[in-house]
Every structure is written in C-alpha cells, then in structure tokens.
C-alpha cells in the first residue's frame, strides 16, 4: 500500500475511528455519537459523510478488499518482466503492511462481514478471489511443481498467517514494526517454500 504524506480528509478519519471501535467493541456495541466524539464532530455531524453505521461498515469492508488487489495489481505491473521471487516478495511486504497497518480492519472482517448487505459482501469475496488468484498464479511461477489446488490452500494458509497480527498483542508491545515484519516475511516465504517441497 503507498504510503500518503498528506493529512487524512475528514472521511477517512471517520472510517479509521469506525474501524478501530467496531473492532473493540462489535458493531452493534458502538454508536454514532462515539464515533463522531472521536473525530471531534456530533454524531449527527457523521450524516453528512455516511447514510449511516452500515454503510461506513461496507466502506471499509470493501475498501479495504479494492485496496488490497489494486496494491497487488500494482506491484505486479511494476514486476514485468523481473523475476516472479522479486514480486511474490514484494505481494507478501504489501500484505505485511496491510496486516501490520490495519489490524482493525482484520478484526472486523473476521467478525461483521456478515452483517454486510449481501450485494456489498458478494463484492468483498469478488474482490477477495481475485487477488487470491494472483497470488496463486505468482506462487505457482515461484513453485511449478505446485499444483493449483496446492498453491492455492497454500496462498490462504500465509494469509492466515499473516491476519494473525490482532492477536500479536498491542503495538506497544510487539518487538517493533520492522523486526514484526521481517519475521512475518521469513514465515511467509518458509510457508511457501515448505508447501512447494
């Protein structure tokens, strides 16, 4: 994911509060009134951003699933032509910020996709197919003597290594970003190269 050098609109302070307490306390434990107290606005202030809870909540949900397979997209348009190792290094670092930079964003996926209106969910595991696919077609390049049913339990088995990050503990308390995601890269790269024998 690129990195923004500029201030957050108000929008996406609204969504980045929404996340971070949908994600402590459940959707349903949280009110607009807090979420507008955390960006400094009244709760009703929030109705001139979103039609309400529910849509902020498919904002982020499929949000975060667009961002992630442009991010990939990306990053493989950038690796034409240059070794497949180079880019499924550079798929898993992305996935590694994701997963390190959004950590309520995990939470709530794991937790309230389902409340989503079923066209909104239909898109997230659109989303979500497809850049699974990517990976799966990276890997295969990486290991050809990986099947495509292999390849693709493999790619889910790192993704559920690295969606871990919720469950490291408080920021305060991991060993520090970089030393977190190193260690996660080595664990995926490792997961990888065991499922390609």
Do not use: C
Request: glycine residues 12%; proline residues 4%.
């Amino acid at each position: 994911m690129a990195t923004r050098t500029d201030a957050p609109t108000r929008r996406e302070q609204i969504l980045k509060e929404a996340a971070r307490l949908f994600a402590e306390r459940g959707f349903h434990g949280v009110g607009v009134d807090e979420i507008g107290a955390a960006v400094g606005i009244s709760g009703p202030g929030l109705y001139r951003h979103f039609a309400g809870k529910d849509a902020m909540l498919a904002e982020l949900l499929v949000g975060i699933s667009g961002q992630l397979l442009t991010g990939a997209k990306r990053r493989a348009q950038e690796a034409d032509g240059v070794d497949p190792e180079v880019l499924l290094d550079s798929l898993i670092e992305g996935h590694i910020d994701f997963a390190l930079d959004d950590r309520p964003l995990i939470t709530l996926h794991d937790r309230e996709l389902d409340r989503l209106r079923d066209s909104d969910r239909k898109l997230v595991r659109q989303l979500q197919r497809q850049y699974v696919e990517l990976w799966v077609e990276v890997v295969r390049k990486v290991y050809p003597a990986l099947g495509e049913p292999t390849a693709r339990s493999a790619v889910h088995s790192v993704f559920g290594l690295l969606n871990s990050t919720p469950h490291l503990g408080r920021a305060g308390a991991l060993p520090g970003r970089g030393v977190t995601a190193g260690l996660l890269h080595r664990m995926a790269r490792g997961a990888f190269a065991a499922a390609g024998g």
